[in-house]
C-alpha cells in the first residue's frame, strides 16, 4: 500500500451505512483501495481494515457463502435432521414420500 501523503478530513469519524455501502459495491466493481480511500477520504489502511471487517477482503463474498448445516425437526415426521437452511423444513424421507408427491 502506497503511502499519498494526504491528511484525511476524517481519519476517525465512524463508519457509516452508506460508506460501507460505496465500499463494499465500488471494490467488487473493480475499483482499487487508493480510489475509494479518495473518494471516502480515508487513509488506504482504513479501507483494507473496513473491507476486512466486510468479510471483502480475507473472506468469502456474502452470495458465495453456503449456510451451515442446521439441526431442525421435519414438519411432516417430527424427527430430527440436517437442513441446509430455512427453505428445508421437510426430512429427505417425507420429502421423497407419497404424502409430499
Known sequence: MACTGRKQAMPYARWTVAMDRIIWTSYYAGNTVIEIALVLDRSEAAIVSRLRVLKAVG??????????????????CLRPFQSEGWHNRLCHSCKNGAAFS
Do not use: H, S
Not at 59 to 76: I, Q, V, Y
Open 59 to 76: 473472506g468469502p463474498r456474502p452470495e458465495d457463502e453456503m449456510p451451515a448445516p442446521t439441526l431442525r425437526k421435519c414438519l411432516c
